[in-house]
Every structure is written in C-alpha cells, then in structure tokens.
C-alpha cells in the first residue's frame, strides 16, 4: 500500500466521512454535533488511510448508540504540531474486559456469521 502524504483539512475531511453514514444518521434519528475550528491547524498525513481510521471509528459509533443516540466530533490544537480529535457517543461503552485489547489489529467482539453451508438452502425451506 502506497502512502501519499498531503495537507490535509481535517474539519473538511471528517465532514467528508460522516458523509458516508449521514443518511443512516438521519434514519436512525441520531444526533451528531461537530465542534471543530474553523481555524484548526491542517495536518500532514495520507488521506485515504485517515478517513478509512475515521469511517471505522464513526461505524464503532454508529454500532454502539441506540435509535436516538448521541455522537459528538471535536477536534482542537494541541500544540505547534498537534492536533487531537475526539469521537464520543452515548452507546453501551466497551466492557472493561476488553479495553486492553482495543488496539490489537482486528481484536472484535462482533459474532462472525454462519457460514453458508449452516444456512439452509431455499430448496430445504
């Protein structure tokens, strides 16, 4: 995979993302603020590899809240060369459990799905 590093706005690109889910937002009645300065330092990074860090955090997100729920987007400088965004929700929140296993590469609570010889085939029904 290729890194292609750019400056990047990072208001403008979360707005990007959300986006993508904005229609399941509005279906499901969710409530999502964003609370980011118009005057936020842009960054350097590869486009593509932070919005799909973004999607799968706002899809978390998604998947947490109930009908009704509430995501809240912030983004501040912290510093020269920093900048920090916080993705919160009102969701069930991560058992304790499992918060030191959050960062493993592909950790999941998600049930896999049957597999397909497990599902009967229309001619069984």
């Given at each position: 995979?290729?890194?292609?590093?750019?400056?990047?706005?990072?208001?403008?690109?979360?707005?990007?993302?959300?986006?993508f889910?904005?229609?399941?937002?509005?279906?499901?009645?969710?409530?999502?603020?964003?609370?980011?300065?118009k005057?936020?330092q842009?960054i350097?990074?590869?486009?593509?590899?932070?919005?799909?860090?973004?999607?799968?955090?706002?899809?978390?997100?998604?998947?947490?809240v109930?009908?009704?729920?509430?995501?809240?987007?912030?983004?501040?400088?912290?510093?020269?060369?920093?900048v920090?965004?916080?993705?919160?929700?009102?969701?069930?929140?991560?058992?304790?459990?499992?918060?030191?296993?959050?960062?493993?590469?592909?950790?999941?609570?998600?049930?896999a799905p049957?597999?397909?010889?497990?599902?009967?085939?229309?001619?069984?029904?």
């Open positions: 995979m290729d890194i292609h590093h750019e400056t990047i706005e990072l208001g403008a690109l979360l707005d990007e993302v959300y986006g889910l904005s229609k399941e937002a509005e279906y499901r009645n969710l409530s999502v603020s964003f609370n980011i300065p005057d936020l842009p350097v990074s590869d486009r593509g590899q932070l919005q799909q860090v973004f999607l799968n955090i706002l899809n978390n997100a998604f998947a947490a109930p009908d009704g729920g509430r995501i809240d987007i912030s983004a501040a400088d912290e510093g020269a060369d920093k920090a965004v916080t993705i919160a929700d009102n969701g069930v929140g991560i058992p304790k459990e499992n918060l030191e296993r959050i960062f493993e590469p592909f950790f999941t609570t998600k049930q049957a597999p397909a010889s497990a599902c009967p085939s229309p001619t069984e029904s």
